[in-house]
C-alpha cells in the first residue's frame, strides 16, 4: 500500500525553498561584494569586474544543474536494485539526495566553472591572476544552485545577454544606469526563476 504522508524531501520543500531564496540574497549581498573588492585590487575596470562575477554566477548554476542530473541517475540506478516503496522511486531518489547532500562533489563543479571562464570570450584576466581567486563565490554558489535542484519545482537563474530589452519585470537598473536607455549593456546578477516566473530580481546596467 502506498502512503498517503508526502515523502520528506517534499514535505519540507516550502522551508527549503524560502532558506535557499534568502541564501541566494546573502550571496548577492556579501558574497558579491566580497568577490567584486578581491577582483577590484587586480582590474581597475568596474564593468570587467562585474562581468567576471555574473559569468561566474551563471556558469555555477549551470554546472551545478548538470553535477545534480549526474548524481541523481547514480541515485536512482542505485536504489531501484531495491526499492520496493511505499513511496514512489522518484520520491525516495530526492529524499536521498536531500539527505545526503555532503556528497556533492562541489570542488568539481568549482573547476568546470574556472575552466569555463576562462575561455569565455566576454571576459579577461591578466595571465598571473587565475579566476580561482573567487572560488570562495563560486563554490557558495554552487552549493545552493545544487539544492535550489531539489525543489519542486527546481529554481534556476535567469540566462541574460548584452543589448538585450530590458525587462523592469526581470532587474534592476545599477545606480550608474542611463534610466532612459531601453537596452541592457551588460549584467551585474542573474534573476532568480521558477518555472519562467521571476523569484527574486536581478540586476543589469543600461546604456544608451
Same mark, same amino acid.
Given at each position: 500500500?502506498?502512503?498517503?504522508?508526502?515523502?520528506?524531501?517534499?514535505?519540507?520543500?516550502?522551508?527549503?525553498?524560502?532558506?535557499?531564496?534568502?541564501?541566494? =540574497?546573502?550571496?548577492?549581498?556579501? =558574497?558579491?561584494?566580497?568577490?567584486?573588492?578581491?577582483?577590484?585590487?587586480?582590474?581597475?575596470?568596474?564593468?570587467?569586474?562585474?562581468?567576471?562575477?555574473?559569468?561566474?554566477?551563471?556558469?555555477?548554476?549551470?554546472?551545478?544543474?548538470?553535477?545534480?542530473?549526474?548524481?541523481?541517475?547514480?541515485?536512482?540506478?542505485?536504489?531501484?536494485?531495491?526499492?520496493? =516503496?511505499?513511496?514512489?522511486?522518484?520520491?525516495? *531518489?530526492?529524499?536521498?539526495? *536531500?539527505?545526503?547532500?555532503?556528497?556533492?562533489?562541489?570542488?568539481?563543479?568549482?573547476?568546470?566553472?574556472?575552466?569555463?571562464?576562462?575561455?569565455?570570450?566576454?571576459?579577461?584576466?591578466?595571465?598571473?591572476?587565475?579566476?580561482? *581567486?573567487?572560488?570562495?563565490?563560486?563554490?557558495? /554558489?554552487?552549493?545552493?544552485?545544487?539544492?535550489?535542484?531539489? +525543489?519542486?519545482?527546481? /529554481?534556476?537563474?535567469?540566462?541574460?545577454?548584452?543589448?538585450?530589452?530590458?525587462?523592469?519585470?526581470?532587474?534592476?537598473?545599477?545606480?550608474?544606469?542611463?534610466?532612459?536607455?531601453? +537596452?541592457?549593456?551588460?549584467?551585474?546578477?542573474?534573476?532568480?526563476?521558477?518555472?519562467? *516566473?521571476?523569484?527574486?530580481? =536581478?540586476?543589469?546596467?543600461?546604456?544608451?
Amino acid at each position: 500500500l502506498r502512503s498517503c504522508s508526502p515523502a520528506r524531501a517534499r514535505h519540507t520543500n516550502a522551508s527549503r525553498r524560502t532558506r535557499l531564496i534568502a541564501r541566494f =540574497g546573502d550571496i548577492y549581498d556579501r =558574497g558579491r561584494l566580497d568577490a567584486e573588492t578581491l577582483l577590484r585590487t587586480y582590474i581597475s575596470d568596474m564593468e570587467t569586474v562585474q562581468r567576471i562575477i555574473y559569468i561566474a554566477a551563471v556558469e555555477s548554476f549551470h554546472a551545478a544543474k548538470m553535477a545534480y542530473r549526474q548524481f541523481k541517475i547514480r541515485v536512482r540506478e542505485t536504489l531501484s536494485l531495491g526499492h520496493s =516503496g511505499p513511496e514512489s522511486l522518484e520520491d525516495a *531518489v530526492l529524499d536521498y539526495i *536531500v539527505r545526503h547532500e555532503d556528497l556533492y562533489d562541489v570542488q568539481a563543479s568549482v573547476n568546470e566553472v574556472i575552466r569555463s571562464m576562462n575561455i569565455n570570450p566576454k571576459i579577461s584576466f591578466p595571465p598571473e591572476i587565475d579566476f580561482i *581567486v573567487i572560488s570562495t563565490l563560486i563554490r557558495e /554558489l554552487c552549493r545552493v544552485a545544487f539544492s535550489m535542484q531539489t +525543489l519542486v519545482p527546481p /529554481l534556476d537563474v535567469a540566462f541574460g545577454t548584452d543589448g538585450e530589452l530590458f525587462s523592469e519585470t526581470k532587474y534592476h537598473r545599477s545606480f550608474d544606469s542611463d534610466f532612459t536607455a531601453a +537596452l541592457v549593456a551588460y549584467h551585474i546578477w542573474p534573476a532568480l526563476m521558477e518555472n519562467d *516566473v521571476v523569484i527574486v530580481k =536581478g540586476e543589469a546596467v543600461t546604456k544608451r
